[in-house]
């Protein structure tokens, strides 16, 4: 979706400011939705395309005004409710619904524990042919899906270069809408800074993304 | 006060096929204040429902939290790139297989599951950005500054990569090329600063110490020891 969260290029946000010796979470309640996140996806009722996507939908003045922890919790409170882990009344409550049935945590600490050492790869072992190879010259699809996508508006259109394939990884753009993994090949490609911003910067500048098969067309 | 994200939440959930209706009063006129915020709050009454319905357990939450606000940060970054430094075979193998090399020391896992290490020159300077959301080698460098989620740098980093270095201190010659590396997919990457000049008698220990956080995002170069401190 062409929304706030594709900043790439934007103007008008101001400096950069960097806070020295920055705690990791500055209050505690970042470090418990943090971590109520990981737990609640143990639970493989969405994927990581899911959340993300579902932060994306934001409305663009709210997704500007919070901080990114408070985006989180907002879209975390929605995904709860989508998914049918709690309802109104209960959050209103703050307990349980009477006679409701008491899980069994789908995250343990030991659970916990490889989660953090081993992650979950998003590659996967399938046979999938490349369409592209390292060096060929590749153009961006202009494409402009309301739904989810990692093609920011800012390379749509533009030329590229594959400087390397990836292997083969799940496709966000279907994943983030349960329409399945669509497993392709992700290649990061260069593109020339002036073939992003025009000729005002320099010409030996460039900017890489990683693109699936689906953004990218042979030029 | 404003209702925008009542509101939001209304539409949002009413939409999911539900109707939450939290009362979110929080707004950031009044953020980061001495008494618990409301947002402080409504987490700890989600995490109470959580628990009750048996969804979450407390101790996997703490063994999380204790992970990334104790043990995973930019030390284990720093121990890699110090590593490459010392041991030219390694740096290879790093920069070749990043996922290899980095599991050699003993790190990896969530958020660095795929991982690419660029190597900064006195001719190519790197750094990282992810525009679209916050992606960022958790494995290896922590959880990330709010600086890095934020919308200047997410904005700026690709349009204007070396007034963003100019603000962070760090201005490069003309004739450097940089390259940027948006992290749009699942792979998450890592600079590999230069070595500073004057560190040739320094052990892997004492090169770690020297490599920052910033140096290994791109936005920085890693200082020469202080007067002092070397060897």
Partial sequence: MNGVHDMGGMHGMGPVQEQKNEPVF????????????????????????????????????????????????????????????????????????????????????????ALIAKGAPASRDVPVAPRFETGQRVRARNINPVGHTRLPRYARGKLGTIDRDHGVFVFPDTNAHYLGEKPQHVYSVRFAARELWGQQVAQQDSVYLDMWDDYLDPA | MTTNRRDFLSAAVTAAGAALTPELHHTHDHEHQAVPSDLALRVKALESLLVEKGLVDRAALDTLIDAYEHKIGPRNGAHVIARAWADSAYKQRLLTNADAAIAELGYGGMQGEHMVVVENTPEVHNMIVCT???????????????????????????????????????????????????????????????????????????????????SMVGVAKVAPPQAGVSA
């Fill in chain 2, 132 to 214: 679209l959301c916050s992606c960022y080698p958790w494995p290896v460098l922590g959880l990330p500054p709010v600086w890095y989620k934020s919308a200047p740098y997410r904005s700026r980093s690709v349009i204007d990569p070396r007034g963003v270095l100019s603000e962070f201190g760090l201005d490069l010659p003309a004739d450097v090329e940089v390259r940027v590396w948006d992290s749009t997919a699942e792979l998450r990457y890592l600079v590999l600063p230069e070595r500073p000049a004057g560190t040739a008698q320094l052990s892997e220990e004492q090169l770690a110490a020297l490599v920052t956080r910033d």
């Fill in chain 1, 26 to 113: 500055h209050e505690q309640w970042e470090g418990r939705l943090f971590a109520l996140r990981r737990a609640m996806g143990a639970w493989r009722k969405w994927n990581i395309d899911v959340t993300r996507h579902e932060v994306e939908l934001v409305p663009p003045a709210d997704y500007l005004r919070m901080s990114y922890y408070e985006r989180q919790f907002v879209a975390f409170l929605v995904l709860l409710a989508k998914r049918g882990f709690i309802t109104p009344k209960e959050l209103d409550a703050g307990k349980p619904a009477l006679g409701s049935t008491v899980a069994v945590p789908a995250l343990t600490v030991e659970k916990a524990a």
